[in-house]
Structure formats: structure tokens, C-alpha cells
């Protein structure tokens, strides 16, 4: 029987592994050293609120593993040997494979500061780092104020957390901007001001120099580029991940940023693969960037890879762009391409609305020359992931997108209070005479 052995128990090794036993008899060995059963990730700042308990953040049962013939082993892989086919663990037995998915994830970003290693200094990513969370900040008490650098998701996660539990937070962006590098000026703004109005003390521009020590080795203080030491109990690194990739060195497979991969997810060496955040692409698809770290293309990867193992060899497609996230209580979703002011370029138009009360606002990018759109952000409303697919698809024109716009509304309520407003602002700002059409249902289930 063909051995298939996964490291990593995330969402891109598990998925591999169910499709696997879907389409197949083949003996399934996931190995992960973080923790016994495959967890959400996105789900762990709940836990920390108080939301949910750990064991709800489990998709399956316990038994769900064994009924279904996947072995686990918990363990760190120190190296692959894929000579003779072995993996080779701490304080166990060589594993020997056919067949070798490498799934391992990310790991945060850490720069060189001086007293990064302290006690008090972590990331949010992994479920040991949230049970040292609960040590270290478990109320405002105990911890008087906390210092989050870097400003990405997870920082605004984990700014959210905290303050869920009353303690201070001081935020340290290095953009002028929050997420400026990915969000367009409109909305970062926005989003600069939700931060404030949360009573996080946001610091833009702002580097972070040093961590300074107490006589017990615990975090103090940290030190800014603007000549500032802000006391604190707890240091949040929160500035982006990298693969967690380091094990491979030496190993004979082929690493960039992350492991290479063709099309296929196939690595430089046979029967060996790699999905998921440790996974980048030799050629760039699109617009995407060669890693993603983003949870919906590593369940993609997950059942690609499958299919091919099992005999259907297949390419990874992931389609159109799409992401969502949560802005503290503002939902954020995108659908194709909408990019920022540096990365913008010359053919691509914004046509920005921002309600003048509320935290709601919408993108739209088209082309300038024949309007074809590109994509939209929407902060504050829901949208329909199928319907903003289908127009991309089909290249229709952002004229097309707004006279049909309900259609991929989300919201019964946002057009009777907004609908009129957006329109005419889009009329207003590119001299045309939009008619919304009503909603249809007829179009809103026709096949793509």
C-alpha cells in the first residue's frame, strides 16, 4: 500500500489529506509538532475574547482521524531525506514515505531587533503563542500596557484582543498609513481613524529600535526610531510571516522565499510537493504573488495536490482574487484587483464613495480606456462572492457593475439608505447617466 505522509496539520495538509482518502485506499500520516488535532487558526483570537473554548475551534471530532484512516503523529521533522525516503524526527523512528507533502505553514517575522527573544515578546500565530497570551496578558492587571509592531491583520487582530480585556495598547505602524501598501487612501484612512476611535494609541511612521530588558529578562519597554521608550509589559511582533521552511535547508529541495513548486505543486525533487503558505510558485499567477499566505488557496492546493497524488493529475488554478477580513466591527471584502496608491498603475481608475457618518466605503477599478472592471473593496458591506466572480469572468464594464449592482448586494437594507448616493456620485464623477436596474433573481443564479 502507498504511504502518503503530510507535514503539517493546517487547513492546506488536512484538506490534502480527506481528498486523499475520498479518492483513494492510501495509507495517510500527517505529522505536526504544534498541536494533536487540526485547529481554525482564524479562530483563535475568540478564544482569547472569550467567544469560544479551544476544542470549538476543531472542525472534526476526535474520532473523525481514525474512522476515516488518518494516522497522526506529533513531532518535529528535523529533515527530509529524500534519497532513501525518510523523514527524520525528534526522538522517533525514521517515517518513510511514497509519496511527500510538505504543508508546514508560516511562521512570524522577526528582524534582527535587539531583545526580540525576551519573555514578553511574541507573535499571534501559533496555538502555543495564544496559551502564552493568557499568561502574559490575561488581564489589565497584569499587564498595564501592550506594544504591538507591525500593521497588518494580524496586528489589528491582536490589537482587538486586548483590548477586549481593557488592556492598553500602543500600535506601532511603519507605513504614514495603516496597510497603505495594500489598501488605497480612501480606505486606509478610514481605517486609521476606526483604529483611533477604539481608544488604540496608533503610532504611523513609527519603527521599532530595540526591546529593552528587565533585571529578570522580561520585556520593559520599547524603544522607537522617534527617540520614544513606551513602558510595557508586552511586545507583539506581528510584522507579516515567511514560510516556515527552514528544516529543508541542505535537503537537496529546491527553496526560494518557500519551497518552489511548479503548476502541479510539484517540487524539484519526485513525489514531493508543498501546498499552503510554506508553497511558492516558480512563475506568478496573475496579479497573486508567488506565496500566499491566505487560508481559502491553501484548502485550493490541498485538493489539488490530492487529485494528482491519487492519479488525476491536475494544475492549480485559483481563480479570480477574493479575500475578507475584519477591521475590529468593520467587515472588509475584495474581489479582483484594487491597488493601492504605490502600486497602482497608470491605466487603472478609482471611483471611491465613503458614507459622511459611517465607517462604510467602497472601491471600484476599471480600466481607463475601455472601463472594464477590475475589482471592487467594500468596507461595512457584504457582497456576493459568485456574483463579483461572474462579472470578472465575463469582463463586464464598470457601467455594467453599477446599473447591476443589487444584484450582488448582500444587504437587503444598504440600497434603500445608500443606493441613490453611490449612484449619483459615480454619475457625478465620470459624466454618466446610470439607471441601478432592479434586483434580479434570474441573474443573480444564472451559471457563470
Known sequence: METVVIIGNGISGVTAARHIRKLSDKRIIIVSAESEYFFSRTALMYVYMGHMKFEHTQPYENWFWKKNRIELVQGYVNKVDHENKQLILNDNDPISYDKLIIATGSKPNRFGWPGQDLKGVQGLYSKQELEQLEIDAPDKETCNRAVIVGGGLIGIELAEMLRSRDIPVTFLVRESSFWNGVLPEGESAMINEHIRDHHIDLRLSTNLVEILSDEEGRARAVVTDRGETIACNLV????????????????????????????????????????????????????????????????MMGETVAHTICGQRRKYNPGHWFNSAKFLDIEYQTYGWVFSGRNRQEFEEHFHWRHDKEMICITMAFHSSDKKFLGINTFGIRMRHEIFDRWLTEGRTIDYVMEHFRDANFDPEFYSQYEKEIVDSYNSNFGTNITPKKKSWKRIFKSA
Open 236 to 299: 507583539g511582533l506581528t510584522a507579516g510571516v515567511t514560510p516556515n521552511i527552514a528544516f529543508l535547508e541542505n535537503s537537496g529541495i529546491e527553496l526560494g522565499k518557500g519551497v518552489r513548486v511548479n503548476r502541479y505543486l510539484e517540487t524539484n525533487i519526485p513525489d514531493i510537493y508543498a501546498i499552503g503558505d510554506c508553497a511558492e510558485q516558480e512563475k506568478a499567477i496573475g496579479n497573486r504573488r508567488t506565496v500566499e499566505a491566505v487560508w481559502y488557496t491553501g484548502r
